[in-house]
Every structure is written in C-alpha cells, then in structure tokens.
C-alpha cells in the first residue's frame, strides 16, 4: 500500500493558493505501516492552545519568516508538537493548499515515517495522539454535520473515529487524500 500511495502522490501536482505571511501554514501527514496496515497520525489538540481548542488536526501550524518555505513549516511544527524529526519523515507528496473558517491558507504534505516510532509530544499543544486507520478512510463516508464559527453555521464533513470527531480543513484533506488514492 505504501507504494501505491507514493505511486499516486507522484503523480499528482498539489495547487498552490498564494496567502500573506500572516495567514500562512504548513501540516504534515505523517503516515506509518504496522502489520501491513497503513495509519495516519493526528492530534488532539489541548483545550489550553490558542486556536482550535480540542480539535483533531493533522500536526502543523503557522509560518515563521525563518522556515523558508511552508514544507519547513510543516516540518518544524510536526517536530515540535509531537517530536517526529524531519530526518526520519520522507516527504512524498503535496496535497492542495486549502482556506481554513479562520482564514488560513494551509499546505498539507505527505510523509511516511518508520514504525515503531518514539514520540514526544508536546503537552501544551497535543492531549493525545490519534493513529487513524486509513482503511477507516477509504471504507467509510463522512457524515455531514452542522458547525458553528463566528456566529455562522455551516454544514461541513465530519468523520468519528474512537470517540473523536474529524472535521473542518483536516476532514476535508482526509477527503482529498482518499480521492487521490483511488484515482
């Protein structure tokens, strides 16, 4: 499975939405195999952190004048909230850069890590870690559900996995990961 994703990120060009500094952010999925099975690593972030209070997200977050690009964001942000080094990440693949409810400008990459892994997270940002079977994705839809920001209310895709619920930009590059993989 692992080759069959590099396979199809390979070939597929990730778009590129332009964003000020100020509203730019880089995530990383950060993917394993156990047991010829495929996971993808998520957090649940602390009710303590500035924005997204409790939310299941992919490790990432804003861009710093001195990363250089938005994939040394990623790369940075993933070693600091749950201590994957970039030395022990293999980037394969961008997925589209995506505009958040809260006005971010988000690039998502992909990139398979080694199993076991020990990670240190990061207990001011990340509650817990969150490893989301992929084939839980390719099997199943999501449920549309209503979210509140701002006093707006939309109707966004959400997935449940083990109690937690995966919605907003990370369900939605969930979403574009699964399409690609079955182009």
């Known amino acids: 499975m692992i080759s069959l994703i590099k396979e199809r990120l390979n070939s597929y060009i990730g778009k590129t939405l332009e964003s000020p500094q100020d509203i730019c952010a880089g995530v990383m999925i950060p993917i394993f195999e156990k047991d010829g099975d495929i996971f993808i690593v998520l957090t649940k972030r602390t009710e303590t952190v500035k924005a997204h209070k409790g939310e299941v997200s992919f490790p990432g977050g804003m861009c710093e004048e001195e990363d250089g690009s938005k994939l ?105 990961f699964k399409n690609i993989l079955r182009s």
């Open 72 to 176: 040394n964001t990623a790369l940075r942000e993933c070693c600091e909230e749950i201590g994957l080094s970039k030395n022990d990440v293999k980037i394969v693949g961008k997925l589209d850069d995506m505009r958040t409810l809260t006005g971010f400008v988000v690039s998502p990459y992909v990139g398979i890590m080694p199993y076991p892994y020990t990670f240190k997270v990061n207990p001011q940002e990340v509650a817990y870690l969150i490893y989301f079977p992929l084939k839980f994705l390719m099997e199943t839809d999501p449920v549309i559900e209503q979210a509140e920001y701002e006093g707006r209310v939309e109707e966004v895709p959400s997935f449940h996995y083990n109690g937690d619920r995966i919605w907003g930009a990370t369900c939605r590059m969930l979403l574009q």
